[in-house]
């Protein structure tokens, strides 16, 4: 496996772990530290042996306090755009299941990569927020779109304009989190959800994944086409017959990912 310098990646059982390791610096993320990142996601999507992948961060004060600020200081448009950002885009692509374990900061970048994940579990201290404003900026890891898309018009704007940070209370009752868990339990729960997960069959799980991202990125009309093409060629698959006749054989299935 690779060698990194600013995350670790671990294995337990069908359960990749990633954890962002700059505990000093809250994490921060600094072009290199999202390239390690999407580069270890991307290796955990292609390995057949890994169902689901948890991100977490370490130390006991962030998930991830964003973007690296003493790196962009100095920076100028081209910078940026040559700088690496599209490792984001990397990180959009992930077809397996990603799951955040928040515990602390997860402001600006560490805020919007929780929002790349598709499950939130959250320790009580976890703060969430956007505070780009407050250095001149605004979001640029796609804060804006999918807090919109998740929170609404009106706590977007709340989030992004003010940039002030919110409990992960708040953000559960809203829909943002879905688990907020006593300080310091987010990894295990995060891990409890990862290998129920794992259990699921795997080309399902990826198609269903696929499926309801796309209600974010499409008409309603595209959205129910592409959902239908991938119920119907689901049903191609063995996991479906073992499934279905585990289901009639009163048994419980043994999904094979094929
Ligand atoms: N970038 C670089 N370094 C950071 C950082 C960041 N985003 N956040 C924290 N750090 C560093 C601090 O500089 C400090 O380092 P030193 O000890 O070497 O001075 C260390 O981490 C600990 O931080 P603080 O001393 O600031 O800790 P605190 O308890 O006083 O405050 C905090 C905690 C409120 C999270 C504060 O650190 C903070 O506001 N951080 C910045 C949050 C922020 O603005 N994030 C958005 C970044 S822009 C972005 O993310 C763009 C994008 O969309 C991709």
Redesign the pocket.
């Known amino acids: 496996m690779a060698e990194y310098q600013y995350i670790l990646v671990e294995r337990d059982e069908r359960v990749g772990i990633v954890t962002l390791n700059r505990p ?3 994490n ?1 993320l600094n072009t290199q530290l999202v390239a390690e990142l999407s580069t270890a996601l991307e290796d955990l999507d292609r390995d057949e042996a890994i169902r689901c992948i948890v991100i977490t961060g370490a130390g006991e004060r962030a998930f991830a ?6 790196e962009m200081a100095d920076k100028s448009p081209i910078d940026m755009l040559l700088g690496g950002f599209e490792a984001w885009e990397r990180i959009r692509r992930i077809k397996k299941p990603l799951i955040a374990a928040v515990n602390g ?1 997860a ?3 560490g805020c ?1 990569l929780a929002l790349h994940c598709d499950i939130i579990v959250a320790s009580e201290n976890a703060r969430f927020g956007q ?2 404003i ?2 001149g ?1 605004i ?3 796609g ?1 804006t779109q999918r807090l919109a898309r998740t929170l609404g018009k009106y706590r977007t704007m709340e989030m992004v304009l003010l940039g002030n940070q919110i409990s992960a209370r708040e953000l559960a009752e809203l829909g943002l989190v879905n688990r907020v868990v006593p300080q310091g339990e987010h990894l295990k729960e995060a891990l409890k959800i990862a290998k129920e997960l794992a259990e699921r069959p795997p080309i399902a799980i990826r198609l269903a994944k696929e499926a309801v991202l796309a209600a974010f990125e499409t008409s309603l009309e595209e959205g129910l086409e592409a959902e239908r093409k991938n119920f119907f060629l689901l049903f191609a698959s063995e996991d479906k017959r073992e499934g279905m006749r585990a289901f009639l054989e009163k048994r419980r299935a043994q999904f094979q990912g094929r």
């Open positions: 000093t610096k809250l921060a306090a964003g973007a690296d600020i003493e900061y402001l600006g970048g919007e505070p780009e407050l250095l900026i979001p640029g890891a804060g």
